[in-house]
């Protein structure tokens, strides 16, 4: 029969292919082209406190501030607000002086406390605002984003990963979601390829003609294979090329080869999910059970690395061993982490293999 099942595979599937593909690349270049958006919308928001450059702080060892600030013109005198958020809609006078600096003594700020206070002029009947100052360092909305429990799932353990870089932002946005974007179709489809042909009383007749079994599985593996390949090779190249059109150079290594490693990840994936089929033989308990498995990976996977003492948990999970930020970032590869991806798929054919051999056809 030589590659008919294959074709016939293809032959069948090739719409649903074709669809996916063009909703994973319209997704994965979409995300590329947000960016700036983004970028643009939090740097916006991250302006420094207005007149910040005319005010000075200083916290003062022996539990004292000291604020200095430029002087206004026919300035009778100056009061020193006080507020716990930047807006100072809740600030509260602690201060007045005539003099272009304070020391305000027994204060008490812990590290993580942030405080900010304003300076206004009193010129005549008027109140003129001079500036403000924090006793923290300011942070931009992006980085307070990133300190967030939920965005520290995403990180992988990566504290060098920057959301107002295009690696980070994507290794957060659609790195960190693939295998729920990719690899759950890919496990519906591989479930799917194999139950379909035993709910649909096919393969009496398959098996009528010179296929083997053997070979029968192992081209089901072999088209889903070149299908997730083709699949990853296209939204590489669609992704750098959106990168590139967002002004943020030719990134070729670091994207399409991040892309493209984490095939080995799918083919386990694909593996899985046909163990299941020709294991349980029905479509309902086969995918139920290849999901199960998928999420339960990716939950480990994120808790491994948002809690310390679940972090032996890690090397269990096949996300673990794509490291796609290593190629963003640093732009290494680790071969052994995907030889032995190669090797836990092989594993599975194998498996499903035996399984099938040994089962019984329904007619």
């Not at 593996?271 to 299941?276: D, G, L």
């Amino acid at each position: 029969m030589g590659f008919e099942t294959m074709k016939m595979e293809f032959h069948k599937s090739w719409k649903g292919f074709t669809i996916f593909i063009l909703v994973v690349v319209l997704v994965s270049a979409g995300m590329a082209q947000l960016y700036p958006v983004i970028r643009e919308t939090f740097e916006e928001e991250s302006e420094e406190l207005e007149g910040a450059e005319l005010v000075s702080l200083e916290v003062l060892e022996e539990g004292s501030l000291y604020l200095e600030w430029k002087g206004i013109e026919n300035a009778e005198g100056y009061i020193i607000l006080e507020d716990t958020g930047s807006h100072m809609t809740t600030s509260r006078e602690i201060g007045r002086t005539e003099a272009t600096n304070i020391t305000i003594a027994n204060v008490t700020i812990s590290p993580e406390e942030e405080r900010y206070y304003g300076i206004v002029a009193v010129v005549g009947e008027r109140r003129v605002p001079v500036g403000m100052a924090s006793t923290v360092e300011r942070k931009s909305p992006l980085e307070e984003m990133m300190e967030t429990p939920y965005f520290q799932m995403f990180t992988a353990g990566r504290e060098d990963l920057r959301m107002d870089e295009i690696e980070g932002f994507l290794s957060v946005e659609l790195y960190s979601w693939w295998i729920l974007l990719v690899g759950v179709y890919l496990s519906y489809l591989s479930v799917k390829s194999v139950t379909g042909d035993f709910e649909g009383d096919r393969m009496d007749i398959l098996f009528s003609t010179p296929l083997s079994r053997k070979e029968y599985l192992i081209q089901k593996f072999a088209s889903l294979a070149l299908f997730s390949l083709i699949l990853l090779v296209l939204v590489g190249i669609v992704l750098v090329l959106s990168v590139y059109s967002v002004g943020e150079g030719w990134m070729f290594y670091s994207f399409f080869v991040s892309v493209l490693i984490s095939w080995p990840m799918l083919l386990v994936i694909i593996a899985v999910s046909i163990f299941f089929g020709v294991l349980l033989k029905n479509s309902r308990g086969a995918i139920g059970a290849s999901f199960g498995v998928i999420l339960v990976q990716y939950a480990l996977f994120m808790a491994g690395h948002m809690l310390e003492e679940l972090e032996f948990v890690l090397p269990f999970t096949i996300s673990h061993y794509w490291d796609y930020n290593s190629v963003l970032l640093d732009g290494v590869v680790f071969p052994w982490y995907l030889l032995l991806l190669f090797f836990v798929a092989a594993v599975l054919v194998v498996s499903s293999l035996v399984v099938f051999e040994k089962s019984d056809i329904p007619v």
